[in-house]
């Protein structure tokens, strides 16, 4: 039986904060096709990379609090860009990577945009976590483990969130959280504690919240 807690240990005010971080008014900010697009990193910068078709874009607007901040494509791997939004402050940049692992985007534009996600956590200076998201239903599939590979080689700090974490069973959930677990000690950039979420019923967003609070905090936001 693991004994690793199902949360971190949060204190009311870091709840408190995360939850004003994200009551904000989140806009969007750019699309970067390429690394002549990017803004300065001149914020801290958190980032959400996933398989496309894993809710990626509902677990955004859940965030945020918003239903069409980040707008999800019905065709996979058609949005090719790094988008960004950011806060009324312009304390903070969300970003939003392109879906991977998609059969329908051509060898080019999947080379490309590997060259384009491997300069860009190689040199943003303040990123400070990818979300790697992972289908509750499906688990950590070989694309994933490219991509944590890719994140350990940048030593870019990085951790897991399941989604749609309510379409399974409890037991399914404890399995597929500690098989995720399990493998993420493979790699060393990791952290190591997975946060299961849904975004129709809103588990896991107070937790993910508040740890993104902490990272601002820690970074002396």
């Given at each position: 039986m693991s004994t690793m807690p199902d949360v971190d240990e949060h204190s009311e005010e870091d709840i408190e904060a995360g939850r004003l971080l994200f009551t904000r008014a989140w806009t969007f900010s750019r699309g970067s096709p390429g690394l002549d697009h990017l803004p300065p990193d001149d914020r801290p910068e958190i980032a959400f990379a996933g398989r496309s078709n894993v809710g990626k874009s509902s677990l955004i607007n859940t965030l945020v609090g918003q239903r069409t901040l980040a707008r999800a494509s019905n065709t996979p791997g058609r949005t090719q860009e790094l988008n960004f939004f950011t806060d009324p402050n312009a304390d903070l940049y969300l970003v939003d990577m392109p879906g991977y692992g998609f059969a329908e985007a051509?060898?080019?534009?999947?080379?490309?945009?590997?060259?384009?996600?491997?300069?860009?956590?190689?040199?943003?200076?303040?990123?400070?976590?990818?979300?790697?998201?992972?289908?509750?239903?499906?688990?950590?599939?070989?694309?994933?483990?490219?991509?944590?590979?890719?994140?350990?080689?940048?030593?870019?700090?990085?951790?897991?969130?399941?989604?749609?974490?309510?379409?399974?069973?409890?037991?399914?959930?404890?399995?597929?959280?500690?098989?995720?677990?399990?493998?993420?000690?493979?790699?060393?950039?990791?952290?190591?504690?997975?946060?299961?979420?849904?975004?129709?019923?809103?588990?896991?967003?107070?937790?993910?919240?508040?740890?993104?609070?902490?990272?601002?905090?820690?970074?002396?936001?």
């Open positions: 051509p060898k080019d534009k999947v080379a490309a945009w590997n060259k384009t996600l491997r300069s860009f956590l190689a040199g943003r200076r303040t990123l400070l976590r990818v979300f790697v998201l992972v289908d509750a239903r499906h688990g950590l599939k070989p694309v994933d483990d490219e991509i944590m590979g890719l994140l350990d080689g940048a030593a870019v700090s990085y951790q897991v969130l399941l989604t749609k974490a309510d379409k399974i069973s409890r037991t399914d959930l404890e399995r597929v959280t500690a098989n995720t677990t399990k493998s993420l000690a493979k790699h060393p950039a990791a952290y190591p504690r997975v946060i299961a979420t849904s975004s129709e019923t809103g588990m896991g967003f107070e937790d993910l919240r508040a740890v993104v609070a902490k990272l601002i905090a820690a970074h002396g936001g």
